[in-house]
């Protein structure tokens, strides 16, 4: 997804503009660019990776100490060099990058075009320097004129902006889509997200929606748009290091994600319970409750669905957020609880609107402090996962499974449905779970790196499982559809026989989720009926399982946890297995094409 840097300072502003396009990456990109001031507006731009653009346009002799840089997904007009950003005005003076859609772009393009002025893009964002440069010609002066643009556009954006004539500030405006302030001394720096900026400060303002940022080198003031009244706002102090958002080490990021999930649990755990009583009083207050997500995290919700229902006796509806508002009521007493890694999910910030304007109330879990999400919620709930690089989701997960497991074990103890006895053994083994997580991670990566290597080839894989072992399945096949390019079906093992038994013949793989627990035997048979029609079964079992093991054609031993904590270690063979394979096939699994890590358009 489209991502915004600026900044302003005494260094020469396209090397660090360079350096922050390059940690904004993983947001996915089709084009990027760069613009910076110095006796006049320089601009490069250009469809592809940034390594190549910048080998071709050589962004390192673009003078200035004051500049704005882009990465871009296209939303309106097709990747090319005229359409990445910066965008400019018809002067040449003002120059502007965009994050986000504005929707009423062609009238203000008919606009503009009364008033003599011409396009050079297919993009939305161009109406925005020449509106600028409109108001300017009018007698505003820079401020201003952003100021009445802004109030002028309808649609969600993050926009950083430049101005010739007045080379000595930046602005920043935010609706709906994600800015921060990076704070430094003698330097300021705008940025979509805090990985961009934290090589330079740790020292950031997280804007909301209808501010805009005057930055100069020495100082930010935030306005809100409509009033001009002056926001006072401390700056975060961002823990995160910088090799917390670098590899070290891995020659990944979803690896190293991967092998964070232990810290990311364990933290999470942590801070969970501070935040789960008011989570709780919200949700035995509704009458109907919604758990709402996209992708990973709706897997996640799933697995929270039934563990709501097996310790807390409740009954939640889980809806992928792009259906809800087709196929759900909510009111009043409807709570709904949306999850969300990146809490900038445009599908599920629109549930969360529909929902909200029925009366509903909303409760968030995000890994994000500060995001969009955030502000939409009447209670906000984090992940402590930390900042999650690879596209594909592996940690956050986790992090997400952990939270649910903690409040399902909360909600039980207030609805005194199970023994004292009973809740107390589960809290302890949950806290214990980040060392089994570290354990199950050495166990199994040797072997499933050797299942990687001997199926890589491979045109379809199955997942199968049953109860809780059903939403992991799902979760395997997603990673490994989305990062090696394989068709992946999870189906529950208890549907093979409605249909997609029909393509399983020999040689085809089916990974069969074989957790314990009042499902296990009725799995045994489903593992059978594959193993008799050829099908090359991987099986995930508890150590030690010798049944499971006359029928399959790879065992994977899995430390013995609860069944309701099986999500949090029995995904950890998946990812590896998704992530090995991608390896195997020469593909960069941090990057998969045509995905992006925050999905800001609907
Ligand atoms: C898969 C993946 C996506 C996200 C989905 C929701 O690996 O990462 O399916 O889970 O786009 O994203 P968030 O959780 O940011 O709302």
């Known amino acids: 997804m489209c991502g ?6 005494k260094r020469q502003a396209a090397a660090i503009l360079l350096d922050g396009l390059k940690r904004l990456e993983y947001r996915g990109y ?4 760069i613009a910076t001031i110095s006796d006049k507006l320089h601009m490069k ?3 592809g990776k940034i390594e190549e653009i910048d080998r071709r346009l050589n962004f390192a002799d673009m003078p200035g100490t004051i500049g704005i840089g882009h990465t871009r997904w296209a939303t309106h007009g097709e990747p090319s060099q005229k359409n990445a950003h910066p965008h400019i005005d018809n002067a040449g003076k003002i120059a502007v990058v965009h994050n986000g859609i504005i929707e009423n772009y062609e009238h203000l393009r008919h606009f503009l075009r009364s008033n003599g002025y011409s396009f050079y893009s297919d993009t939305d964002t161009e109406v925005v320097p020449n509106l600028i440069n409109y108001f300017m010609r009018q007698g505003h002066d820079f401020e201003e004129a952003v100021r009445s643009t802004v109030s002028r556009l309808k649609g969600s954006y993050a926009l950083g902006i430049v101005s010739l004539d007045e080379p000595d500030k930046l602005i920043a405006v935010r609706k709906e889509s994600p800015l921060i302030i990076g704070l430094g001394v003698d330097e300021m720096f705008i940025a979509s997200d805090v990985p961009a900026v934290l090589p330079y400060t740790k020292r950031v303002i997280v804007m909301e929606d209808g501010e805009m940022a005057i930055v ?8 809100r748009v409509d009033s001009g009244e002056i926001v006072e706002r401390k700056p975060l102090e961002i823990t995160w290091t910088i090799e917390m958002a670098e590899k070290r080490g891995y020659p990944h990021f979803m690896l190293k994600e991967i092998h964070e999930q232990p810290d990311a649990v364990r933290e999470t755990l942590r801070a969970a319970q501070k935040e789960l009583d008011g989570l709780c009083d919200m949700l035995l207050n509704a009458k109907r409750i919604y758990l709402v997500a996209c992708g990973t995290a709706y897997h996640a919700a799933l697995i929270g669905k039934y563990a709501l229902a097996q310790l807390a006796g409740m009954s939640t509806e889980v809806v992928i957020s792009s259906e809800f508002q087709e196929s759900c009521m909510a009111d009043e007493g409807t709570v709904l609880l949306a999850i969300s890694q990146s809490g900038e999910t445009a599908d599920t910030l629109k549930a969360v609107r529909v929902a909200k304007a029925n009366g509903a109330k909303i409760a968030c879990l995000t890994n994000v402090v500060g995001s969009s999400i955030t502000r939409e919620s009447d209670l906000v709930c984090h992940t402590y996962a930390g900042p ?10 986790s992090a997400q499974v952990a939270y649910l497991l903690s409040l399902a074990i909360r909600l039980a103890e207030k609805r005194s449905l199970k023994s004292k006895k009973e809740l107390n053994e589960l809290a302890i083994q949950l806290h214990k779970i980040p060392e089994t997580i570290l354990d199950t991670l050495q166990i199994v990566e040797p072997k499933v790196k050797d299942i990687a290597r001997r199926h890589k080839d491979a045109t379809n894989f199955f997942f199968i499982g049953r109860g809780i072992g059903y939403p992991i399945a799902m979760e395997g096949a997603l990673k490994l559809k989305e990062i090696a390019y394989i068709h992946s079906e999870a189906t529950p093992a208890g549907e093979l026989k409605h249909g997609p038994l029909a393509l399983i013949q020999r040689g085809v793989p089916v990974v069969a989720v074989v957790v314990p627990g009042a499902s296990y035997s009725r799995m045994l048979s489903n593992v059978e009926e594959v193993g008799a029609r050829g099908g090359e079964v991987i099986a995930l079992a508890v150590e030690g399982d010798v049944e499971v093991g006359k029928h399959v054609t790879e065992l994977i031993q899995i430390p013995k946890t609860h069944e309701l904590f099986t999500p949090l270690t029995y995904i950890l063979p998946l990812q590896l297995l998704a992530y090995f394979i991608s390896v195997e096939r020469g593909l960069d699994p941090d990057r998969p094409r045509h995905l992006a890590k925050s999905v800001t358009v609907e």
Do not use: L, N, Q, R
Request: proline share 0%.
């Open 30 to 33: 089709d084009s990027a660019g």
């Open 388 to 397: 999650e690089i690879g596209v594909a989701a592996t940690k956050t997960f």
């Open 45 to 47: 731009k250009d469809k």
């Open 4 to 9: 915004i840097i600026g900044y302003i300072g």
């Open 216 to 223: 100069t080198s020495v100082k930010a003031i935030i306005k």
